[in-house]
């Protein structure tokens, strides 16, 4: 089965923190992608990996930047953490160029900025 | 663009009743379309998905999809709910502008199921 692993279940941050979110998998997967969930508004993509070092910015990127700097790891930083972005976050991966391949998703990190 | 609607923020049935939770989305080329389940403080689960195979998709854990193409539709269905069922459900379909890559996500249905 595909694995894909969040470092954190629940993370408490200050405003104005730098904060870091990690998410690795372990099928060899090429896409990767970070959504946050919030109530009544579903899942928003805030950007999306293609391969390693590639990144694309999905519906919802202000505030955040990403890194992938291996094929397994696609980690979401928020640059100056803002109580705005106060969600559940959700890390994704599926394999390439093969329409229909689902995504497969991790357990999430629900983050509060205090 | 794409767009997926799900009508009702909420639906509620008795143990043991039909469950249906509605999809309808826009897509300007044959879709690809998938339900996920999400139960409390857990990721999302795959249900099922289709994928222009046949139009009846049987999934997981009793539940199936029909597409309607003259409908834009994909309904989920189960023809009797356990209290298991309670969560939340999602309906997505592939962006054919990144090559189907991409999902872009209905905002959800929560199953309630009364015992």
């Known amino acids: 089965d595909v694995k894909v692993t969040q470092s954190s279940r629940y993370l408490v941050k200050r405003t104005g923190e730098k904060v870091f979110l990690e998410c690795v998998q372990d099928m060899d997967h090429e896409n990767m992608f970070w959504y946050r969930q919030d109530p009544g508004l579903g899942l928003r993509l805030i950007y999306f990996?293609?391969?390693?070092?590639?990144?694309e910015k999905g519906d919802i990127p202000e505030g955040y930047s990403v890194s992938r700097e291996k094929k397994e790891r696609f980690s979401l930083i928020l640059e100056s953490a803002s109580t705005n972005q106060t969600s559940m976050y959700l890390c994704?991966?599926?394999?390439?160029?093969?329409?229909?391949?689902?995504?497969?998703f991790g357990d999430g990190t629900r983050l509060s900025i205090l | 663009a794409q767009s997926v609607t799900q009508l009702g923020s909420h639906v509620s049935v008795s143990e043991g009743a039909l469950v249906l939770l509605r999809c309808n989305y826009s897509s300007s080329v044959p879709p690809y379309l998938f339900w996920y389940v999400q139960y409390p403080n857990q990721g999302l689960q795959l249900l099922l998905k289709?994928?222009?195979?046949?139009?009846l998709v049987k999934g997981i854990n009793g539940f199936e999809a029909e597409f309607k193409k003259s409908e834009t539709s994909f309904h989920l269905t189960k023809p009797s709910a356990h209290m298991s069922d309670a969560a939340e459900y999602f309906c997505a379909v592939s962006d054919p502008g990144t090559g189907f890559q991409k999902l872009v996500f209905g905002t959800g249905t929560r199953l309630l199921v009364s015992p």
């Open positions: 289709y994928t222009s195979a046949a139009t």
């Open positions: 990996s293609y391969d390693v070092k590639m990144k």
């Open positions: 994704a991966s599926s394999p390439p160029d093969r329409a229909g391949q689902p995504q497969h």
